[in-house]
């Protein structure tokens, strides 16, 4: 069954404007700007990538900067509140309550757990990547 334009558009175009926010993730939310690089309205933008990836442009962004703060958190000792701004966040409130949504721990509870003993990095960094927007893990997982 052949494709329809639209689907062409989502398959070439939408996967631009993901890369566009993940460069730009500490930056504000441009939906104009990312709506030019997939060449549709920003309504229609806001539609096509929820279809396309199963998110809204919003959570997206905000589950990418958690995803960033949760590395951070792990490798350095930049202060949470430091973390919570180079990642894009304006708000520590704001950042701690999606930090929590996302994660199931707010961001201090997070640093002070004891990472996964003797376990290869990459399975950490897979096992403790957030899948969606608002799915936490449990907080009692090891």
């Not at 990459?122 to 893990?137: D, I, M």
Request: aromatic share 10%; net charge positive.
């Amino acid at each position: 069954m052949a494709m329809s334009n639209e689907q062409e558009i989502s398959n070439r175009l939408m996967p631009r404007a993901r890369d566009l926010m993940d460069r730009s993730c500490g930056d504000p939310l441009d939906i104009t700007a990312l709506s030019e690089v997939a060449l549709v309205s920003p309504a229609h933008f806001i539609r096509r990538f929820k279809a396309t990836f199963g998110e809204t442009p919003h959570r997206y962004l905000q589950r990418r900067r958690v995803e960033r703060a949760m590395f951070m958190l792990r490798n350095t000792d930049t202060s949470v509140t430091a973390i919570c701004m180079d990642v894009g966040f304006s708000s520590m409130g704001t950042f701690s309550r999606t930090f929590n949504e996302i994660v199931g721990e707010s961001p201090t509870t997070y640093r002070k757990r004891e990472p996964f003993p003797n376990v290869l990095g990459c399975f950490v960094k897979s096992w403790s990547r957030p899948s969606s927007f608002g799915e936490a893990r449990p907080a009692d997982r090891p």
